[in-house]
């Protein structure tokens, strides 16, 4: 007799929350007023985002008119983001990341391909940052490989979800009291699967603060043969490090 698993709680959550969003007025994702329209988030918070304005470091992605004196040399050559992690926009990615959120994802990837449309026309490879196994059970998903699905769905561009592992879990960086303990907390935490010689890899995820994941990642690209590695996200804090 073949038995059946029950669904998880997570899973179940999920489809309990849909289901109320799908009966219930839609409401904004930050502060859960009425949004009206299919709208993600009511008028108040849409006008809070920060969105980046043009033109940006060729190389960062902040505004600025060329190379900015805030960039520095690193494995990733490029980065680009729409958003600002800050107010609205940090509540946003929070609600995708961790409240069971997925159907942003298209959203995000929206804005993320209009501020990385230069990215995404050289890109031969979309790349997402990997989560470990063990928090994968938990979270259900993977919200940079929702954003690599939907970009690559946008752009055209060949997405390969399992190019890049995590191999160890590591405690959440946001965690870690300076730059150099999240360098060491991810040192070595990832390892490509695939050789990717002579690709330029667009590495995904949703959001950039020291860039230190981030680095990890375009290290370990760059040693399974990538040409080079460009970085876009769907937001990055002001002090990132670039």
């Known amino acids: 007799m073949t038995r059946i698993s029950p669904p998880s709680p997570s899973l179940l959550r999920r489809g309990l929350g849909l289901a109320v969003r799908l009966v219930l007025p839609e409401r904004c994702a930050c502060c859960g007023a009425p949004a009206g329209g299919g709208a993600a988030l009511c008028p108040a918070c849409f006008a809070g985002l920060g969105f980046v304005e043009r033109p940006v470091c060729p190389r960062c992605g902040w505004p600025a008119q060329g190379v900015c004196v805030r960039c520095a040399p690193g494995p990733i050559a490029r980065r680009r983001f729409p958003l600002v992690y800050a107010d609205a926009a940090a509540a946003l990615v929070r609600q995708f990341k961790y409240r069971d959120r997925p159907e942003l994802a298209p959203r995000l990837a929206r804005w993320m391909a209009r501020a990385g449309e230069d990215v995404l026309a050289e890109a031969d490879l979309i790349v997402p940052v990997p989560i470990h196994w063990t ?108």
């Open 135 to 242: 928090r994968l059970l938990r979270r259900q998903y993977n919200q940079s490989a929702e954003l690599a699905r939907h970009l690559a769905r946008l752009s055209g561009v060949a997405c390969d979800l399992a190019a890049l592992a995590r191999t160890r879990a590591t405690p959440p960086q946001a965690r870690q009291p300076s730059l150099r303990d999240r360098r060491a907390n991810v040192a070595r935490a990832f390892a490509a699967r695939r050789r990717l010689d002579g690709l330029r890899v667009l590495l995904v995820d949703d959001v950039l603060t020291t860039g230190a994941t981030a680095d990890a990642c375009a290290e370990a690209l760059l040693r399974a043969g990538a040409a080079a590695v460009d970085l876009l996200t769907a937001a990055a804090a002001d002090d990132a490090s670039a």
